[in-house]
C-alpha cells in the first residue's frame, strides 16, 4: 500500500483529516500514473474527495492494465506479443499455424486474435485428419508406410492389432497396450483365457495365450525367453497360488 500524507497542512476542524491514509487499491505497477495522483491527494480536504481520486486512479490503472493485454484469457501482454516465436497451447508448431502465428501479431482485437486462434487450431486438425490412415485405429500414413515395408513393427501397429481383437472378441481376456507392460505398473492379471502381444525387449514381438490353464509362447524367432518376457508372463498369468513364490509353468 501507498501511505499519503497532507504535508504542510492543518486539517480543517470540520472536516475528516486525510493525514495517513493508507491506500490497497492502488499497486505498484503503474507508478507514474500513481505518483501523479499522489502530488493530487494532498490537496483533499474530505474523505470522500479523496475516495473519488482513489477511484479514478483505479479505473486509470485498470485501463492501463487492459491497454497493456495482448491477449487476457492467456495473461499475455504486449511485451509477450513482441517476443518472437512465441508459443501458444493452442497452436502446435506445424507450417501451417507458424503462418498464423505471424497473422495473430498483426492482429489489433482481442476478437481478431480469437478468430485466427481457431482458424489455426482447425487448419492443424485437418492437417492432421489429412496425415491419418485409419483414424479410430490412430494410424498415420507413415505406419501404413512402415507396413509396407520391411521395418520393425511399432507399439501403434500391435495396439491398432489388438484392438480389432478386442473388438471381435469381446470376451477374450488380455489384449493390453503393450506400453502398459513396460511401465513401472506392468499389466494386470488375466482371469480366464486371454491372448497378450509382447515385446520381448530384444527388438521382437510374441504372443502369449492361456487356454485351459495351460500358458504357451509363440515365438517365430524360436527364441529364449528374455527376463523382460518372464516379468510380463508372470504379470499375466501367474496363478493366485503361485503370487509367493513367482513360479509360472510355460
Same mark, same amino acid.
Given at each position: 500500500?501507498?501511505?499519503?500524507?497532507?504535508?504542510?497542512?492543518?486539517?480543517?476542524?470540520?472536516? /475528516?483529516?486525510?493525514?495517513?491514509? @493508507?491506500?490497497?487499491?492502488?499497486?505498484?505497477t503503474a507508478k507514474p500514473k500513481v505518483h501523479h495522483d499522489v502530488q493530487v491527494m494532498p490537496g483533499c480536504s474530505t474523505v470522500a474527495e479523496t475516495s473519488f481520486?482513489?477511484?479514478?486512479?483505479?479505473?486509470?490503472?485498470?485501463?492501463?492494465?487492459?491497454?497493456?493485454?495482448?491477449?487476457?484469457?492467456?495473461?499475455?501482454? @504486449?511485451?509477450?506479443?513482441?517476443?518472437?516465436?512465441?508459443?501458444?497451447?493452442?497452436?502446435?508448431?506445424?507450417?501451417?499455424?507458424?503462418?498464423?502465428?505471424?497473422?495473430? @501479431?498483426?492482429?489489433? /482485437?482481442?476478437?481478431?486474435?480469437?478468430?485466427?486462434?481457431?482458424?489455426?487450431?482447425?487448419? /492443424?486438425?485437418?492437417?492432421?485428419s489429412r496425415n491419418m490412415w485409419i483414424p479410430d485405429l490412430r494410424l498415420t500414413a507413415k505406419d501404413k508406410a512402415i507396413l509396407l515395408s520391411d521395418e520393425e513393427?511399432?507399439?501403434?501397429?500391435?495396439?491398432?492389432?489388438?484392438?480389432?481383437?478386442?473388438?471381435?472378441?469381446?470376451?477374450?481376456?488380455?489384449?493390453?497396450?503393450? @506400453?502398459?507392460?513396460?511401465?513401472? *505398473?506392468? *499389466?494386470?492379471?488375466?482371469?480366464?483365457?486371454?491372448?497378450?502381444?509382447?515385446?520381448?525387449?530384444?527388438?521382437?514381438?510374441?504372443?502369449?495365450?492361456?487356454?485351459?490353464?495351460?500358458?504357451?509362447? *509363440?515365438?517365430?524367432?524360436?527364441?529364449?525367453?528374455?527376463?523382460s518376457l518372464e516379468y510380463q508372463l508372470c504379470q499375466c498369468y501367474i496363478p493366485i497360488n503361485n503370487m509367493g513364490t513367482n513360479v509360472l509353468t510355460v
Amino acid at each position: 500500500s501507498i501511505a499519503l500524507k497532507t504535508l504542510g497542512q492543518t486539517p480543517r476542524t470540520d472536516r /475528516t483529516p486525510v493525514e495517513n491514509i @493508507a491506500l490497497t487499491v492502488i499497486h505498484s505497477t503503474a507508478k507514474p500514473k500513481v505518483h501523479h495522483d499522489v502530488q493530487v491527494m494532498p490537496g483533499c480536504s474530505t474523505v470522500a474527495e479523496t475516495s473519488f481520486v482513489v477511484q479514478n486512479a483505479r479505473r486509470e490503472t485498470q485501463e492501463g492494465r487492459s491497454r497493456n493485454m495482448w491477449i487476457p484469457d492467456l495473461r499475455l501482454t @504486449a511485451k509477450d506479443k513482441a517476443v518472437e516465436n512465441i508459443d501458444l497451447p493452442v497452436i502446435q508448431s506445424t507450417t501451417e499455424t507458424n503462418h498464423c502465428v505471424q497473422a495473430i @501479431a498483426g492482429c489489433s /482485437t482481442v476478437a481478431e486474435t480469437s478468430f485466427v486462434v481457431q482458424n489455426a487450431r482447425r487448419e /492443424t486438425q485437418e492437417g492432421r485428419s489429412r496425415n491419418m490412415w485409419i483414424p479410430d485405429l490412430r494410424l498415420t500414413a507413415k505406419d501404413k508406410a512402415i507396413l509396407l515395408s520391411d521395418e520393425e513393427l511399432t507399439d501403434k501397429h500391435i495396439h491398432a492389432a489388438q484392438t480389432l481383437l478386442r473388438r471381435q472378441h469381446p470376451g477374450l481376456g488380455g489384449l493390453q497396450d503393450t @506400453a502398459v507392460g513396460a511401465s513401472p *505398473y506392468g *499389466y494386470a492379471r488375466v482371469s480366464g483365457e486371454g491372448l497378450q502381444i509382447h515385446h520381448t525387449g530384444s527388438e521382437h514381438w510374441v504372443v502369449s495365450s492361456s487356454v485351459g490353464g495351460h500358458v504357451s509362447v *509363440y515365438d517365430s524367432n524360436r527364441s529364449r525367453i528374455t527376463a523382460s518376457l518372464e516379468y510380463q508372463l508372470c504379470q499375466c498369468y501367474i496363478p493366485i497360488n503361485n503370487m509367493g513364490t513367482n513360479v509360472l509353468t510355460v
